[in-house]
C-alpha cells in the first residue's frame, strides 16, 4: 500500500547527540515536510522540500538539518543545538501540485531526551 | 496575530448526535484553501476535507461536512452522526495562496472531541 513511514516510533537523545529520523514516502509525491507538535498544540512546520536537493526552512528550523537526496526520502536531523527537543515529529508530503492537494502524515516519531 | 483559532480546547457530544467545532481564520490573500485533519491517540493525522476559498458550495465528504462563511472568515466542521471512535484531536489548518505547487499549512491549537456513549 502506498504511503509515508516514519522511524524509529520512539527515539531517545543523549546530551549532546545528534540524531536522525526517518521518512521515506512511496506517493510518487514532490513535496514533503516535517512538523514538530508539543503537547496540547498545534503543529508548526520545521523544514519542507518541493524537489529532490532543494529545500527550505520552516518556521523552527534552529537546531534542525534535513536533507533530499531521494525523491522517497527526507530525513531530519535533530542536532544537539536543538535544546529543547522533546515533541512528536510529523512528516508529510503532497503532490505539491494543485491549491486543494492534502497533506499526507506518517505515524509520527517521538523523541525524548535521557 | 494568530491565523488560525480554534477557540473549543475540549468538546463532549452523546454518540449519534451532531457536534460542530468551530475554527476562524485570518489571511488578506484572496486565494486560500482550508483542511481539516484528525489526529487520534495514536498520534497519525488524517486528512477529513477541503474548503477552497473560491469554491461556492459549502463541502462534505460522508458524515464531515464544512460550514463555510467567508465573511466572517470561519469554517467550521460539522460531524454528523457521531460515533465512539471520532473520539480525537481535531486541527483546523490553512494554506495562503499558491506558490509554485508549494502547500505550506498553518495549524490551529486544535480542539479534543470526546463521544460519549
Known amino acids: 500500500d502506498g504511503g509515508i513511514t516514519q522511524s524509529p516510533k520512539y527515539l531517545f537523545r543523549k546530551e549532546g547527540q545528534n540524531v536522525t529520523l526517518s521518512c521515506e514516502q512511496n506517493?510518487?509525491?514532490?513535496?514533503m515536510y516535517w512538523y514538530r507538535q508539543d503537547p496540547g498544540q498545534g503543529l508548526r512546520l520545521i523544514y519542507y522540500?518541493?524537489?529532490?536537493?532543494?529545500?527550505q526552512k520552516g518556521d523552527i528550523a534552529e537546531g534542525y538539518s534535513v536533507s533530499r537526496e531521494k525523491k522517497e526520502s527526507f530525513p531530519l536531523t535533530v542536532t544537539s543545538a536543538q535544546k529543547n527537543p522533546t515533541a512528536f515529529y510529523l512528516c508529510?508530503?503532497?503532490?505539491?501540485?494543485?491549491?486543494?492537494?492534502?497533506?499526507?502524515f506518517g505515524d509520527g516519531t517521538r523523541l525524548s531526551i535521557l | 496575530a494568530q491565523k488560525i483559532t480554534q477557540t473549543q480546547p475540549g468538546m463532549f457530544v452523546q454518540e449519534k448526535e451532531a457536534v460542530t467545532l468551530d475554527c476562524t481564520y485570518d489571511?488578506?490573500?484572496?486565494?486560500?484553501?482550508l483542511f481539516w485533519y484528525k489526529q487520534p491517540s495514536s498520534g497519525e493525522m488524517i486528512f477529513l476535507i477541503y474548503?477552497?476559498?473560491?469554491?461556492?458550495q459549502n463541502a462534505t465528504e460522508g458524515r464531515y461536512s464544512l460550514n463555510f462563511q467567508k465573511a466572517r472568515k470561519s469554517a467550521n466542521l460539522v460531524i454528523s452522526a457521531s460515533q465512539l471512535g471520532d473520539s480525537a484531536m481535531y486541527f483546523c489548518a490553512m494554506r495562503e495562496g499558491f506558490s509554485g505547487g508549494y502547500n505550506k499549512l498553518i495549524f490551529g491549537a486544535g480542539t479534543r472531541l470526546a463521544v460519549h456513549p
Open positions: 474548503q477552497g476559498s473560491y469554491d461556492q
Open positions: 508529510a508530503s503532497s503532490r505539491g501540485q494543485g491549491n486543494n492537494q492534502p497533506q499526507h
Open positions: 489571511t488578506s490573500d484572496p486565494s486560500y484553501g
Open positions: 506517493l510518487n509525491h514532490d513535496a
Open positions: 522540500s518541493q524537489i529532490v536537493n532543494d529545500f
